[in-house]
């Protein structure tokens, strides 16, 4: 079973423990609203924490598998996307899961960057909201001055 797969059920059957062993201590996470990754497994395992809580009838409806250049370092690594759909706040969103794997396996190792694209830009506004309420809930993050939970907060 590879990387890709294993996150699937993880994700699936809302499992953070089979995520933490998925993942590497320096993992990268492209947020859709945010510029600069969250790095770390501690903060991306709490952010997939809020995700999990956030996404209603969230589903995996397709797979590509290959290689593709890392954000961080611009390297050949196995890669994965993942198609999915769910609902935030009554908006239906469509979207993609792209997962690089460490560079030294072929797919079956561990998760070493992850980018999230979405749309509609009105699922990507709720989706915004719902995660940085999240993240403040959690103490991941800080709340924004002004109350302004847009996308241009997290």
Not at 10 to 20: G, I, K
Not at 59 to 71: A, K, L, N, P, Q
């Amino acid at each position: 079973m590879t990387a890709a797969d294993r996150f699937r059920a993880a994700v699936e059957s809302r499992d953070l423990a089979a995520l933490d062993d998925l993942f590497t201590d320096d993992i990268r996470f492209y947020s859709p609203v945010k510029f600069a990754p969250f790095e770390g497994k501690p903060m991306v395992l709490g952010l997939f924490g809020v995700l999990l809580r956030t996404f209603e009838d969230f589903r995996y409806v397709g797979d590509f598998t290959g290689s593709s250049e890392t954000s961080a370092d611009g390297t050949a690594a196995p890669s994965a996307v993942l198609l999915f759909q769910a609902t935030v706040n009554g908006k239906q969103i469509h979207g993609i899961d792209l997962l690089h794997m460490d560079s030294d396996s072929d797919g079956d190792g561990r998760i070493k960057e992850f980018t999230v694209m979405v749309r509609p830009q009105s699922a990507v506004q709720a989706l915004s909201e719902a995660v940085l309420a999240g993240l403040v809930a959690e103490g991941l993050v800080p709340a924004p001055p002004g109350g302004d939970a847009g996308p241009r907060a997290l």
